[in-house]
């Protein structure tokens, strides 16, 4: 997938707006298409807490038209030293019932890879 950043201001109570593009429907994390089109999965969301080097906490809604996806779902991420390192985790609140949390997973651990890798 390709990321489309419309709008990220990296500040307590900024915004961030971005679109997860899938160039084949296949890819998408059920196999069916996008939540927000039919390739894409866009939403909108609010730094709510940034503690430098500890924590970053965002607030964030899907667009789509489909209630199933609809609220707001909460990510916190943590960063702590460690051995080599930091070691991340990532602790997602209210997911909507849309998602499947064994997708909402897969999705996480991918994002926290390919951190892994560029930071390398």
Request: aromatic share 8%; net charge negative; with cysteine.
């Amino acid at each position: 997938m390709t990321a489309r950043v419309h709008a990220f201001e990296p500040h307590e109570g900024g915004i961030i707006h971005m679109s997860l593009i899938y160039p084949n429907v296949e890819e998408t994390p059920d196999g069916k298409g996008g939540k927000s089109s039919s390739d894409s999965d866009t939403f909108r969301g609010r730094f709510a807490q940034l503690a430098a080097d500890e924590k970053v906490v965002w607030l964030t809604e899907f667009e789509s038209p489909d209630p199933a996806f609809a609220g707001e779902m909460k990510l916190t991420w943590s960063f702590v030293d460690a051995a080599g390192g930091t070691e991340v985790t990532v602790l997602c609140e209210s997911i909507p019932p849309g998602i499947r949390p064994e997708d909402n997973e897969a999705g996480s651990r991918s994002s926290l890879e390919k951190l892994a890798a560029f930071l390398e």
